[in-house]
């Protein structure tokens, strides 16, 4: 994969019809089992096309467990070995090269800087007392549309990005459309057993 899906898909509303798709289309779909002819009618079950972080946490469960080729991979790696806790996180991996990871941690607080869709919204996560704080910083709307809001104290958010300086802190921002996703709240405990 090149790069994760970099702005919010248009939505097209065509007028239904009869179903003529193919049965597999969705990119965040399930695995298929799909007739490969040259080996006598048997199937294999292969992975769907992901192209979000959101694709990675719906089914968590089974993809921690799956290979996942991410951009700029030379070659798979297991889900489980690729996330990163943002609790594990010290001030030192300034001092190294940054390369897109992928992250995940808990919601401490969110809230929105200013008074517009535009403004930052400041969402915190829990991290090493020692670092100060960790903060994902994005467009307000852009979050709402991701149902990060006020209210999502506790949730897990998963991203994939470069770390960088808040202040004292860490932060991550600038983040596309792709590269940050809530984790389905029945999948904490998998992420972050307490």
């Given amino acids: 994969m090149k790069e994760f899906l970099q702005s919010k898909p248009e939505i097209e509303l065509t007028p239904s019809g009869d179903y003529d798709e193919t049965p597999v289309e969705d990119v965040g779909g399930p695995l298929a089992w799909v007739p490969i002819g040259r080996h006598k009618g048997e199937t294999f079950e292969l992975p769907s096309k992901i192209t979000t972080v959101a694709g990675i946490c719906s089914n ?32 030192d991996i300034l001092n190294t090269e940054q390369m897109p990871r992928l992250y995940f941690g ?4 969110s809230w929105n800087k200013g008074a517009f869709s535009t403004s930052t919204r400041m969402t915190r996560i829990e991290c090493d007392p020692a670092i100060g704080d960790f903060t ?15 209210d999502s104290t506790g949730r ?39």
């Fill in 60 to 91: 968590f469960e089974v993809n921690k467990d799956k290979y996942f080729f991410l951009p700029g991979a030379q070659h798979a790696v297991q889900l489980a070995e690729l996330i990163t806790n943002v609790t594990e996180l010290t001030s």
């Fill in 156 to 194: 897990i958010v998963m991203f994939y990005g470069v770390i960088t300086t808040n202040g004292k802190g860490l932060a991550v921002d600038r983040l596309a459309w792709g590269e940050i996703a809530l984790v389905p709240s029945k999948y904490n405990d998998l992420l972050m057993p307490d």
């Fill in 136 to 150: 994902v910083k994005l467009p307000d709307g852009f979050c709402r549309d991701k149902s990060i809001n006020d």
């Fill in 106 to 109: 808990r919601i401490k607080r």
